[in-house]
């Protein structure tokens, strides 16, 4: 059997991280705007806990990416397999993650994919050649490590 998934990742700015890590892994910025306005329009939630993003509306504090070909809801958007959710938190990061993602470019475009993330807003924390790998250590816009193989 296998499960749907969501990995949450604490963030000050989650549209922004949101954008990054789509681009970065080719996901899809969750489309949640029809639920957002059927529930504004109930009267269910209130508007200041709303943005307008890119002409759409969108939960001010959560926004999640999801794999371009797994499911989602049509009704409310939400993606019904991989995904990312990343929600706004007050206070920044401080300490080394205790999870990340690699990236799994391949030797042969390992530093392309460096170097088009660097552009994204990455930046490059340390090479590493062990004889187990080779790998180089990034981090997001909010200083979360990650790998690009």
Not at 81 to 104: I, M, S, Y
Request: net charge negative; hydrophobic share 40%.
């Amino acid at each position: 059997m296998t499960w749907d998934w969501k990995l949450v990742v604490d963030s000050s700015d989650p549209h922004a991280q949101a954008a990054f890590w789509a681009e970065t892994l080719g996901y899809l910025v969750e489309d949640n705007s029809a639920l957002i306005d059927r529930l504004l329009d109930l009267g269910a939630a209130p508007e200041e806990a709303t943005l307008l993003v890119d002409g759409r509306r969108v939960w001010r504090d959560l926004i999640a990416v999801r794999h371009p070909d797994d499911p989602y809801e049509k009704d409310s958007g939400t993606g019904l397999g991989r995904r990312l959710l990343f929600q706004r938190v007050p206070e920044a990061k401080t300490v080394k993650n205790r999870l990340h993602l690699d990236v799994h470019a391949g030797p042969e475009r390992r530093d392309a994919e460096v170097e088009r993330l660097e552009q994204l807003g990455a930046t490059v924390l340390r090479r590493v050649a062990e004889p187990g790998g080779t790998w180089v250590v990034l981090a997001d816009p909010e200083g979360n490590e990650f790998c690009v193989q």
